[in-house]
C-alpha cells in the first residue's frame, strides 16, 4: 500500500499555547498533497514539518471560526510569491464562504494562479482520483461545518500463484478480476473472489468542531476533545465534544485509532486525556504538534 | 531609568522560514505595552516570549502589506476570548485603515472591549504620557507607510549635595527645577542648569518596510534590511533598503546600535549582513526571532 502520511501541525482549540499552534492537519498520498483547516501559523508550520507551503493542491475547511482559518491569507500569499502556477481548490461551508473569501481578500489579492473556491454544500464526494477520494460529512456546531473523510479504495490483489497454476498470463483478464469482474477463460468462468485478494482500503476521518455524532466507520479518526467530561456542560453550551465522547463515537465507528484533537488550552497534561479516554476506548493518542503519522 | 524592553517576535520579510516569524516588535515601557506591526504568528510569538498577548495598550501598523497585518485578526479575538475589557488602539496609515479593519472583521468579529481605530496622517504625535510619547514618521514605499519613534523625554535630576549645601529643602523648589524653571530662594536665582543633570532620554526607531530615507535622530534604530547590496537593484525595484543603506541611515541618524531587521528569506546567514553593515557602521545586530533587549 502506498504510504499515506498526516501531520498535525496544530492541535490547540480557540487561542494558541506555547505548546500547541491552531487547528489544521497535513494529508499527503499518491504525490497529493492536503490541508484540513487552516489556522493562523499553518505556512510556518508546514515549513518546520518539511513540508512545502506552496505544493498543496487542496484546502479543506470544516467552518469559519477564526481558529481554523486565519491562516488562509498569509498561506494563499506566499503561494503567490514563491511562484505557485497550479490551481488550487478551496473548500468551505456553502453558508460562511463568502466570509472566508473577504478574509482572503480584505488586504487586495489577486494571485496569479486559479484560486477555485467550492461550496460545500451536505455530504458529497468532493475531490476523487483513481486510489482514494475525499467527502464531507455534516458535524454539529454553532454554524455550518463539515468534517471531512479521506477513503483510499478497495483495491483487488491478483493471486499470481494460482493463475500460473491456471497458466493465465493474459493481462486482460488480470484486468477485469483486479476490477472485480467475472472473467470466460478457457471455457471456464474465473471470479474475482478466487483469483484475486480483496484489500481494504484505509479511511482516515477528521471531525472537528462538533458535538458528539454518528460517523461512518473510519480506521483513523480525529475528533474533537476539546474538555474532559468535567466540562461536559461547558461542552454542550458550546457544542464541542468531551474526551469520552470522542472515545465512544470512536468505538461505534470502529476505528482502530483515535488521535484526541482541538485540546482546550485548559489541559496542558495529556494524561488526564488519556485516562478518561482509555475507559472507553484502549488505542487512543493526544495529537501534539508537528507529529507526523506515517501509515503504511 | 526604567528599564526599556523590546521583543522582535519576527523578523524575516513577506514570507516566513523556519528560523523566522514575520514582523512583529514588542516594546514595553512603564507598565505599557505596545506592538508594531502584526505578522502572522504574533500572538503565539508573544506566548513563546513569555509576554501577554491579551495586555497590549496600543498596536502601531506601518502598512497594510499582508506580512505585517496578517497576525491581527487572531490576536484580537484571542484578546476577546481571554476577557480584556480595557480599549485596544490600532493605529495604521489613514488611506488603508479600512482594508485593515475589513481584515479583523471578515469573519464577524463584536469585541466587548473598546477597540479603537486611529488613522495615522503625516508626522504626529499618536501617544503621550508623562515619560515618553510615540510619533511616527513618513517612510518611503508602494504604500502609504509610517515608521513610529519611540521617544523618552529628557528628564533633570536634581543635584541634591549643591541643594543641600545651600541649605534648600523645599519641595517646591525641587519642582521646578526638575521642571527647567528657574527659582528665587532667599534672594539668591537658582537656575536648573546649576543645580539639576539633564538626563537624556532614550529613543527607538522602528523604520520598516522603506526604502533608505533620512531620519530623525534617534539611539536605537531598527531598519528595514531586506536585502544586500549584491540585489540593490531589487531592492529599489521593490523600495526596500539593502543592509549597506541601512548602516548609512544609521549613521546620519547618530545611532548608537543599529538592529538589521526584515531580513529577506534568501539569506540564512547573519555573517554577510554583518560584514557589509560593519562598513559603514560599527555597532550592528541581525535582530533576530524572540531575542528580547532590556536597555535600563
Same mark, same amino acid.
Given at each position: 500500500?502506498?504510504?499515506?502520511?498526516?501531520?498535525?501541525?496544530?492541535?490547540?482549540?480557540?487561542?494558541?499555547?506555547?505548546?500547541?499552534?491552531?487547528?489544521?492537519?497535513?494529508?499527503?498520498?499518491?504525490?497529493?498533497?492536503?490541508?484540513?483547516?487552516?489556522?493562523?501559523?499553518?505556512?510556518?508550520?508546514?515549513?518546520?514539518?518539511?513540508?512545502?507551503?506552496?505544493?498543496?493542491?487542496?484546502?479543506?475547511?470544516?467552518?469559519?471560526?477564526?481558529?481554523?482559518?486565519?491562516?488562509?491569507?498569509?498561506?494563499?500569499?506566499?503561494?503567490?510569491?514563491?511562484?505557485?502556477?497550479?490551481?488550487?481548490?478551496?473548500?468551505?461551508?456553502?453558508?460562511?464562504?463568502?466570509?472566508?473569501?473577504?478574509?482572503?481578500?480584505?488586504?487586495?489579492?489577486?494571485?496569479?494562479?486559479?484560486?477555485?473556491? !467550492?461550496?460545500?454544500? +451536505?455530504? $458529497? #464526494?468532493? =475531490?476523487?482520483?483513481?486510489?482514494?477520494?475525499? *467527502?464531507? /460529512?455534516? &458535524?454539529?456546531?454553532?454554524?455550518?461545518?463539515?468534517?471531512?473523510?479521506?477513503?483510499?479504495?478497495?483495491?483487488?490483489?491478483?493471486?499470481?500463484?494460482?493463475?500460473?497454476?491456471?497458466?493465465?498470463?493474459?493481462?486482460?483478464?488480470?484486468? !477485469?478480476?483486479?476490477? +472485480?469482474? $467475472? #472473467?470466460? =477463460?478457457?471455457?471456464?468462468?474465473?471470479?474475482? *473472489?478466487? /483469483?484475486? &485478494?480483496?484489500?481494504?482500503?484505509?479511511?482516515?476521518?477528521?471531525?472537528?468542531?462538533?458535538?458528539?455524532?454518528?460517523?461512518?466507520?473510519?480506521?483513523?479518526?480525529?475528533?474533537?476533545?476539546?474538555?474532559?467530561?468535567?466540562?461536559?456542560? !461547558?461542552?454542550?453550551?458550546?457544542?464541542?465534544?468531551?474526551?469520552?465522547?470522542?472515545?465512544?463515537?470512536?468505538?461505534?465507528?470502529?476505528?482502530?485509532?483515535?488521535?484526541?484533537?482541538?485540546?482546550?488550552?485548559?489541559?496542558?497534561?495529556?494524561?488526564?486525556?488519556?485516562?478518561?479516554?482509555?475507559?472507553?476506548?484502549?488505542?487512543?493518542?493526544?495529537?501534539?504538534?508537528?507529529?507526523?503519522?506515517?501509515?503504511?
Amino acid at each position: 500500500m502506498q504510504p499515506l502520511k498526516i501531520v498535525f501541525l496544530g492541535t490547540s482549540a480557540s487561542v494558541p499555547t506555547k505548546e500547541r499552534g491552531l487547528p489544521a492537519v497535513y494529508l499527503e498520498y499518491e504525490g497529493r498533497r492536503f490541508l484540513f483547516d487552516c489556522g493562523e501559523g499553518a505556512q510556518r508550520q508546514l515549513l518546520l514539518a518539511g513540508k512545502s507551503p506552496t505544493s498543496l493542491d487542496a484546502i479543506f475547511i470544516t467552518h469559519y471560526h477564526g481558529d481554523h482559518v486565519f491562516g488562509l491569507p498569509g498561506l494563499l500569499n506566499s503561494m503567490e510569491l514563491n511562484g505557485r502556477e497550479k490551481p488550487l481548490y478551496i473548500f468551505a461551508p456553502a453558508s460562511t464562504l463568502h466570509r472566508i473569501r473577504w478574509l482572503v481578500h480584505a488586504i487586495p489579492f489577486s494571485p496569479s494562479f486559479p484560486l477555485v473556491w !467550492k461550496p460545500v454544500k +451536505g455530504r $458529497e #464526494v468532493l =475531490w476523487e482520483e483513481k486510489l482514494f477520494y475525499i *467527502e464531507s /460529512y455534516p &458535524l454539529k456546531h454553532s454554524t455550518e461545518t463539515y468534517g471531512y473523510i479521506f477513503v483510499e479504495r478497495d483495491r483487488r490483489k491478483l493471486l499470481k500463484d494460482k493463475l500460473d497454476e491456471l497458466g493465465v498470463k493474459d493481462w486482460k483478464v488480470y484486468r !477485469k478480476l483486479k476490477a +472485480g469482474e $467475472e #472473467v470466460e =477463460w478457457n471455457g471456464a468462468v474465473l471470479s474475482p *473472489e478466487d /483469483y484475486t &485478494l480483496l484489500v481494504k482500503g484505509r479511511k482516515v476521518g477528521y471531525f472537528v468542531d462538533t458535538a458528539p455524532v454518528e460517523v461512518p466507520p473510519v480506521d483513523y479518526i480525529i475528533f474533537d476533545a476539546t474538555f474532559l467530561e468535567s466540562e461536559r456542560e !461547558k461542552a454542550k453550551e458550546t457544542l464541542h465534544s468531551t474526551v469520552k465522547e470522542a472515545a465512544e463515537v470512536a468505538k461505534r465507528a470502529g476505528a482502530k485509532k483515535l488521535f484526541l484533537y482541538h485540546i482546550s488550552p485548559r489541559y496542558r497534561e495529556e494524561d488526564p486525556l488519556l485516562e478518561e479516554a482509555r475507559k472507553v476506548f484502549g488505542n487512543v493518542e493526544v495529537a501534539r504538534d508537528l507529529q507526523e503519522i506515517v501509515l503504511t
